[in-house]
């Protein structure tokens, strides 16, 4: 194993990286245009709890496109939501592809944030939006399309995935790594083949699993401990996607400190 996927070790008390937690942008307007997409006719938790995580970390400015779809249930509850067409099943429809564009344009980061449901026309919408030059973070079911053929979505730059064990086994098998992630691996081997990963991928990883986040770009690993809780996914995505915005050269220090706001 090479120097640079040896694992640092991370803690509240002992952030790895002091100097870029103390820098951060103090004017909004400095801060980033993050977009959040996300939802379906039935759910949309998940982008709207981005929406308040976000706000959290120090976003700048942030929009929230939901399929209209939702238009009825949410609109009054979340002003700050904009409504795109959505498809039958209600989900995004092919026809939003244009004015989601249009908004990426606007933004310095993109979040797929989930809830966006198992529906082809949406897994299309979501491809469509991978062909975009835009940072682009990924968490929830925005990847599950992937799971079986990840080639496009792990040979795309300027892209954070924020996932869970058992998503990113899936991937690394599909992907017929020489080191897979098996649930019986030590630490030591998974750091390894997170390492393999992403030295052969251009993509940066947040893989939540077992009170911990490992984070991986570039065959660089760091460690932090977290506290459990609810939607740990969705709330580290949130936080990643605006430190990823603010630090865009310094992917792997960015997204590494955003997770001090979760460490033990």
């Known amino acids: 194993m090479n120097d640079n996927s040896i694992a640092r070790i991370q803690t509240k008390n002992k952030p790895i990286y002091p100097d870029l937690i103390w820098s951060r942008p103090e004017n909004k307007k400095h801060a980033g245009k993050l977009l959040i997409i996300g939802g379906n006719k039935f759910g949309f938790s998940l982008p ?3 929406y308040n995580e976000a706000e959290k970390a120090g976003a700048g400015s942030m929009r929230v496109i939901m399929p209209d779809s939702l238009r009825n249930i949410i609109s009054k509850i979340f002003p700050s939501a904009d409504f795109v067409s959505s498809n039958p099943s209600g989900g995004f429809s092919q026809g939003s592809i244009a004015e989601i564009v249009d908004q990426i344009m606007w933004s310095n980061a993109t ?5 966006f449901g198992h529906n082809s026309e949406t897994a299309i919408v979501i491809e469509k939006i991978l062909s975009t030059k835009t940072p682009l973070i990924l968490s929830g079911d925005s990847i599950d399309s992937f799971l079986l053929d990840p080639r496009h979505l792990m040979s795309r ?7 869970n064990f058992s998503k990113l086994q899936k991937i690394t098998t599909s992907l017929r790594l020489l080191k897979p992630l098996t649930m019986n691996m030590t630490v030591q081997l998974m750091i390894e083949a997170l390492s393999e990963l992403t030295i052969k991928f251009p993509v940066s990883i947040a893989l939540v699993h077992e009170s911990k986040v490992f984070v991986c770009y570039q065959g ?6 977290i506290t459990k ?3 740990m996914e969705n709330k580290v ?11 865009p050269n310094k992917v792997f220090e960015s997204i ?5 706001d979760f460490a033990v």
């Open 237 to 247: 995505a949130s936080h990643a996607s605006v430190w990823f915005m603010q630090n």
């Open 256 to 260: 590494t400190c955003s997770v001090i």
């Open 229 to 231: 809780d609810a939607n």
């Open 48 to 50: 709207a709890e981005s």
């Open 157 to 163: 730059s300027n892209t954070l995935i924020v996932t």
């Open 220 to 225: 660089k690993v760091s460690i932090t401990t």
């Open 111 to 115: 979040l797929l944030a989930g809830d």
